[in-house]
């Protein structure tokens, strides 16, 4: 099982990063598919949510924080999901990370994340 984050970088106050989580090794379309994001010293946080659409229909959950500003998709033909990050905040550098979980059998997957900067 691999989930591989990229898209992470250096980005000013006010401009935009697509992050990128690439998926193998199992079947993606029946895995919620999550972005979260940890600073040093905080607990991981929850981002941005997208079902499996074999379980939930695809629904989409995000952090108030992000709301309006990010957005979760998902490409099941090429087990890629995404997060657009647009209006992005200095508070919004963290390390993100992806996952994939599916209740039904108790898995759970994480990425090694990638680093996002938002400074000027």
């Known amino acids: 099982v691999q989930l591989v984050e990229s898209g992470g970088g250096l980005a000013q106050p006010g401009g935009s990063l697509r992050l990128s989580c690439a998926a193998s090794g199992f079947t993606f379309i029946y895995y919620d598919m999550s972005w979260y994001r940890q600073t040093p010293g905080q607990e991981r946080e929850l981002v941005a949510a997208v079902a499996a659409i074999t379980s939930a229909g695809g629904r989409i959950n995000y952090a108030d924080s992000v709301k309006v500003r990010f957005t979760i998709t998902r490409d099941n033909a090429k087990k890629t999901v995404f997060l657009q990050m647009n209006s992005l905040k200095p508070d919004d550098t963290a390390a993100y990370f992806c996952?994939?979980?599916?209740?039904?059998?108790?898995?759970?997957?994480w990425g090694k994340g990638t680093l996002v900067t938002v400074s000027s």
């Open positions: 996952n994939a979980r599916r209740d039904s059998t108790k898995a759970n997957y």
